[in-house]
């Protein structure tokens, strides 16, 4: 899910089309200048780039598009050197003294890498209409067959929390490829609406919009999200969401990450009070040669003390906890380079 827009079928190609006119014909009001391409220009050669790379990805293996993700997160971590240093900084900030120099920057590497993996997957998701190239595996007690490409546990956690009949809430992080773990839901029976913010460019924002909806799941935008995401657990369907980017304005509550105040979201516990809905954390682990292991995690008690600001931000502070658990755990898979704390109280 990068960060998991509306309810509705794919907007025609030349919908998309006219958008992008439209926003080349504003930026030129706005003052454009002279001799730039046009805006609707930039809009349709960044979304043919993506296209055509996307085409080229799905002729080869995911392991080769691990690679070759890794590969591009490499250069891209020797290119953005600001970005870098902000992962040096928050790794160095998060995990303290104890763990030397070498290290920090080991990690750093490994989140960038991995970041170019989980893109380039991302890209190519659409490979996964294939049945026979989304085989999943539950471990049952005849072991898990050997080789196998994606593993799933805790599904009968989902399940149990699906049969009450209150939807389900589920919270990931910018931690493994959340993107692939709600793509598969969909195609395991279990669908569900995935919170993001519309890209800028409109054409991106289709191309994307249909791969993450091919599952049976549903894009549900941040300007309508309370509104679609209430729609969706009042019909029984689970809505996916990621709450550990820094929120600048608007509602937020401050919680601890990594022993420092964090500005957070307060939606998904919001959400969960208001409703009833069960929350399930949700986590991607990646593997080699493409391989992933996917698990969700038991339910989240919801305190319910009758003081709605106090239990909003307990609820908060307790996923946060989880998420900070798994970025711990494997360090590697965490997005280091997004300025999480920049937002102070």
Known sequence: MSEPRGQG????????NARADAGGAA????????????????????????RALAGFLRRLSPGAVASLGSAAGDLYRVLARRRHRIAIENLTASL??????????????????????????????????????????????????????????????????????????????????WELGVLLLGYLGAPVGIITRPLDNPLLEDFFRETREASGNRVIGKRSA???????????????MLIDQNVRSGA?????????????????????????????????????HGSYRFICLPEVAVPATGDRDADVRALTQECTRIIEEQARARPGCWLWMHERWKTRA
């Open 9 to 16: 079928a794919l907007r025609p190609a030349r919908e998309a």
């Open 27 to 50: 930026a030129g009001a706005n003052g454009a200048s002279a001799g730039s391409p046009p805006a609707g220009f930039l809009v349709r050669l960044q979304a043919g780039i993506v």
């Open 96 to 177: 303290g003294p104890a763990v030397p120099p070498e290290r920090i920057r080991d990690i750093a590497r490994d989140a960038f890498r991995h970041f170019g993996r989980a893109g380039f997957e991302m890209i190519s998701m659409d490979r996964y209409r294939d049945p026979s190239a989304r085989v999943v595996h539950e471990p049952a007690a005849a072991g898990i067959p050997t080789g196998a490409h994606f593993v799933f546990e805790g599904l009968d956690h989902l399940r149990a929390a699906r049969a009450r009949g209150r939807g389900v809430l589920i919270f990931s992080a910018h931690y493994g490829n």
């Open 226 to 240: 309370v509104r679609e995401t209430l729609r969706a657990l009042h019909a029984g369907m689970g809505v996916a």
């Open 252 to 288: 937020r509550v401050f919680v601890d990450f990594f022993g420092r105040p964090a500005s957070t979201t307060p939606t998904l516990a919001l959400l969960a009070l208001k409703t009833g809905a069960p929350i399930l954390p949700m986590f991607s682990f990646p593997g080699p």
